[in-house]
């Protein structure tokens, strides 16, 4: 076992949640930004939200209505994807899939305009709310909005544990260096675990 590697702090108690990013039909289905192996994870995904389904917090990646409508670079990346936000966008392709909107609630639904969730005022309050000190993290991408999260929750102190079965990219290769990344570099802060261990080790 590598040293960042299993769940290595002990069990995950009463104050877990499990925070799901953005698995959504926009990047599971035929667009432009489909993920191909989100369908592959979306089992395991689903079996950690159906175990523990009142802990579970989905998060949504919502474009704006025009480009114009967010600051800075923000601007320029969404004049590249303009067919992407709103005004152009079928937004069922927002929702999440049947078998994890099937959940909600009691599952939760956090929506966000960036890539970390802990940017938009929901996550932290819903949190707090709980007073969640452990995340298990699940979704997609592995090297883009679940880097921002597992940074963002990193900062705030809180255990961080990767279910690294449930985790997707659109390139393999960055989803490799990151949980390495992850597990080598971030060794105190973040366990990465597959979900049969997770689950075995959570309530």
């Given amino acids: 076992m ?8 002990g069990r995950l108690g009463a104050r877990t949640a499990h925070l799901c990013i953005d698995m959504q039909a926009v990047f599971a289905e035929a667009t432009e930004w489909q993920v191909p192996w989100m369908r592959t994870v979306l089992p395991v995904v689903r079996q ?3 175990r523990h389904p009142a802990e579970t917090i989905f998060t949504r990646f919502i474009p704006p209505a025009e480009p114009d409508a967010m600051p800075g ?7 590249r994807w303009a067919h992407m936000t709103r005004h152009r966008l079928d937004p069922a392709l ?3 899939p049947a078998p994890l909107r099937a959940l909600v609630p009691p599952a939760s639904v956090v929506d966000k ?3 970390s969730p802990f940017l938009e005022p929901g996550l932290p309050h819903l949190l707090r709310e709980r007073r969640i ?7 997609g991408e592995t090297d ?13 102190g809180l255990r961080v544990v990767l279910a690294t079965d449930a985790l997707c990219s659109t390139s393999d290769q960055a989803h490799d260096c990151l949980v390495a990344l992850y597990r080598d570099r971030f060794s105190q802060q973040i366990e990465a675990a597959g979900s049969d261990e997770i689950l075995a080790n959570w309530g």
């Fill in 2 to 9: 590598q040293d960042g590697e299993g769940i290595r702090f």
């Fill in 48 to 50: 950690i939200a159906e």
């Fill in 73 to 79: 670079t923000w601007q320029r990346y969404w004049r």
């Fill in 94 to 96: 927002l929702d999440l």
């Fill in 113 to 115: 305009c960036h890539y």
């Fill in 133 to 139: 000190d452990t995340l298990v993290v699940s979704g």
């Fill in 144 to 156: 883009i909005c679940v880097l921002a999260t597992v940074l963002g929750a990193v900062d705030r």
